[in-house]
C-alpha cells in the first residue's frame, strides 16, 4: 500500500506561484505513474497533470499548460506541481494520486485508474 501527504497550499492573488509537494511511502516509488488531479465546489474531479515512472513523459490539460509543471524526486519519494500565472479559475482542492505501472508509457488520465490518492491541498488563487 502507498500513503500519499499533500502540502504546499494556501491563499495567493491572481498572477502569483504556488508550489504543492506530495510525499509517498514505500519503497516502490518508481514503479508509479503520479498524477495531480483538482476539483472545484459542485464540480467533477479532473486531471491537471501526470508524469511517468521515470518523468520521461509528462501530460498537462489545457487549462494549465505552459503555466504549470509536474516532477518527481524518485529518490525523495516526492511529486511536485509548480503553479505559476495563477488564474482565480485555478482555485480547487488538489489531490496527488499514484497507480503502479509496468511499463514506460503515459499515465492515465482517469480517476478510476488511480488506486491511491492523497488527502487533499486547498488552493485558493484571489482576483
Known amino acids: 500500500q502507498v500513503q500519499l501527504v499533500e502540502s504546499g497550499g494556501g491563499l495567493v492573488q491572481a498572477g502569483g506561484s504556488l508550489r504543492l509537494s506530495c510525499a509517498a511511502s514505500?519503497?516502490?516509488?518508481?514503479?508509479?505513474?503520479m498524477a495531480w488531479f483538482r476539483q472545484a465546489p459542485e464540480a467533477e474531479r479532473e486531471l491537471v497533470a501526470t508524469i511517468s515512472r521515470s518523468a520521461d513523459i509528462l501530460y498537462y490539460a489545457d487549462s494549465v499548460k505552459g503555466r504549470f509543471t509536474i516532477s518527481r524526486d524518485n529518490a525523495k519519494n516526492t511529486v511536485y506541481l509548480q503553479m505559476n500565472s495563477l488564474k482565480s479559475e485555478d482555485t480547487a482542492v488538489y489531490y496527488c494520486?499514484?497507480?503502479?505501472?509496468?511499463?514506460?508509457?503515459?499515465?492515465?488520465?482517469?480517476?478510476?485508474?488511480?488506486?491511491?490518492w492523497g488527502q487533499g491541498t486547498q488552493v485558493t488563487v484571489s482576483s
Open positions: 494520486a499514484a497507480v503502479r505501472t509496468f511499463y514506460s508509457a503515459t499515465c492515465s488520465s482517469s480517476v478510476a485508474d488511480y488506486a491511491y
Open positions: 514505500g519503497r516502490t516509488f518508481s514503479t508509479y505513474c
